[in-house]
Nanobody, 121 residues
Framework: QVQLVESGGGSVQAGGSLRLSCAAS??????MGWFRQAPGKAREFVAA????????LYEDSVKGRFTISRDNRKDMVYLQMISLKPEDTAVYYC????????????????WGQGTQVTVSS
């Protein structure tokens, strides 16, 4: 059974930092990613990483502030977030795809339950 379990969300002030973690189990994947959904908005792509951690992709608004990484030995994926802004407030979801490249933000077929990130001004 595939499981993606996020942790690390919380509340911080603008300019602060958080690190989200995602524990993956149940199978191997071709890519893993992070998405977010703010209140009243559609879910949007944030970052992705190839299964072996060689390649990464970022949404433009988080480039230079967020870093996605993975630990293959532990089957963990991380999202390090710095210089957080109020507009980063959202529920963040870990996602994985069973096939396809990390270079496309579609075709993710496994999802975690989400973790709340709140950034206050």
């Amino acid at each position: 059974q595939v499981q993606l379990v996020e942790s690390g969300g919380g509340s911080v002030q603008a300019g602060g930092s958080l690190r989200l973690s995602c524990a993956a189990s149940g199978r191997t994947f071709s890519a893993m990613g992070w998405f977010r959904q703010a209140p009243g908005k559609a879910r949007e792509f944030v970052a992705a990483i190839s299964w072996w951690g060689v390649g990464t992709l970022y949404e433009d608004s988080v480039k230079g502030r967020f870093t996605i990484s993975r630990d293959n030995r532990k089957d963990m994926v991380y999202l390090q977030m710095i210089s957080l802004k109020p507009e980063d407030t959202a529920v963040y979801y870990c996602a994985a795809k069973s096939s396809g490249s990390y270079l496309t933000s579609s075709s993710y077929n496994y999802w975690g339950q989400g973790t709340q990130v709140t950034v206050s001004s």
